[in-house]
């Protein structure tokens, strides 16, 4: 059987907007990840044992266990936890979305922990010694110099939430992986569709890539200003 290119030529219009699914999935995951990501590290690095004690075992727990059986313990436990008879439209983006979200945030709080503890401790002596409280030197002084040197580490978790988002295809969201998967079981042509995936992958996480190096540039300018 001959390889059929023109099926995954005709199929550019679905791809495309089940690429810019995939996208948009990855950034509300992301953008999830980093809000709780920052609590999660900001406790890590409590002094308060309860606090401190709740964030590793929620990082240790996502960073643990397998994202693919994460997505399948929130689609099924959200509906038993709120009594749902019937799931809601379009549910499964939602679980998709807060499971990837979850995921990502164990990471981003490693990340974020790490680019806290590389500021220099006596920037913070410094900042209380001036009268600021611990929370008001951390929002001030150390977070803002911390997350300039955490883009390059949260762009390349972008990148593999990104991957990883193919993983959605398991509860039928219907994102770039689903999509060629289903048109290549359609058209008998599995071969030219995963490489057309492939491709829309490739060019995604390049793109990326690119945009985190050009804010990365603009940071370390604006730190020579």
Do not use: C
């Amino acid at each position: 059987m001959g390889l059929n290119w023109q099926a995954a030529i005709d199929s550019i219009p679905i791809l495309n907007r089940a690429a810019l699914l995939t996208l948009e999935l990855t950034a509300g995951a992301v953008a999830i990840g980093v809000v709780i990501g920052l609590f999660m590290a900001l406790a890590r690095l409590s002094e308060v044992k309860i606090l401190r004690g709740a964030a590793i075992i929620y990082i240790d727990f996502f960073r643990g266990t397998p994202l693919l059986v994460q997505i399948f313990l929130v689609y099924f436990l959200i509906p038993k936890l709120l009594h749902w008879q019937t799931l809601p439209d379009n549910y499964q983006y939602i679980a998709g979305i807060i499971a990837m979200g979850l995921n990502s945030g164990a990471y981003i709080a490693e990340i974020f922990r790490a680019g806290i503890q590389s500021i220099d401790r006596g920037q913070t002596e410094a900042a209380r010694s001036l009268g600021m409280t611990h929370a008001q030197a951390m929002r001030y002084v150390i977070l803002p110099q911390a997350f300039k040197r955490v883009i390059p580490p949260l762009g390349n978790e972008f990148i593999a939430l990104l991957k990883d988002s193919s993983l959605l295809s398991i509860i039928a969201i219907e994102e770039l992986f689903y999509s060629a998967k289903i048109i290549a079981g359609r058209t008998f042509q599995p071969i030219p569709m995963y490489i057309a995936a492939a491709l829309y992958y490739l060019v995604m996480t390049q793109l990326i890539s690119q945009w985190v190096a050009y804010m990365e540039r603009r940071l370390g300018k604006n730190d020579l200003r």
